[in-house]
């Protein structure tokens, strides 16, 4: 960096990804000299993402929320919370609690993305709502991937029994692993959608097995027309 210290278009010229110096920095004492002559934590690459939604480091986070200029809606409307690690979660939160419940082109909040119980639970405390809706009124426990993603999110509020998309639940989207952690916490098994249909018709395989042995009782045998 030392041979682009001075005022000059450089810093804001990008590689053929589009990156500038500045997306490519990786110690705070960089990222410093760099914002002090002109770098622009706005500026985007080919992928439509701004500097602070690669950062890792959470003190290169806090340097550039410091700017007010670092947080930057991507080409699918994210904010770098959205797939942020948890350190840098958090530095964003504390810089900007509101972005907690900022949506994306699907109307999805960054608790639908959270990879993480440890960021989950993060974004609980900071007031996540975990009843929130997307643009197909599915909420975070139709896509809750595991037995623990699925108890964060009923102990952090979530209704368990809330109707989604056409009248179904999230236990109409969960899977074998999923679906005991469900019947534990108190799911109706036996709930019904908007066609009069319950999960075990839409299901299979080891799935139907695991609401079979966890409350769900079948009307008749399940047929389907091709």
Do not use: W
């Amino acid at each position: 960096l030392y041979f682009v210290m001075k005022p000059t278009p450089l810093v804001m010229m990008g590689d053929h990804f589009g990156k500038t110096l500045l997306h490519l920095a990786k110690t705070p004492s960089d990222v410093t000299r760099l914002l002090e002559h002109g770098a622009d934590p706005r500026d985007m690459d080919i992928y439509g993402k701004a500097v602070l939604h690669y950062v890792e480091d959470p003190a290169i986070a806090r340097i550039l929320l410091a700017t007010n200029r670092a947080v930057v809606l991507d080409h699918l409307l994210m904010t770098p919370l959205f797939t942020s690690n948890i350190g840098v979660s958090r530095a964003i939160l504390e810089h900007d609690p509101s972005l907690i419940e900022v949506p994306d082109i699907m109307r999805k909040t960054a608790i639908f993305y959270a990879p993480t119980v440890e960021k989950l639970n993060l974004l609980l405390r900071y007031g996540a709502d975990p009843n929130a809706r997307d643009k197909d009124q599915m909420t975070p426990l139709c896509y809750a991937s595991t037995p623990d993603h699925v108890q964060a999110l009923v102990r952090g509020g979530a209704n368990i029994n809330l109707r989604c998309i056409k009248g179904k639940t999230a236990l109409f989207f969960a899977t074998p692993e999923t679906i005991p952690t469900f019947a534990k916490l108190g799911a109706d098994m036996n709930i019904r959608d908007s066609l009069g249909r319950k999960a075990i018709y839409y299901a299979s395989g080891p799935s139907i097995t695991s609401l079979m042995e966890n409350g769900l009782f079948p009307d008749q045998l399940i047929t389907r027309s091709a």
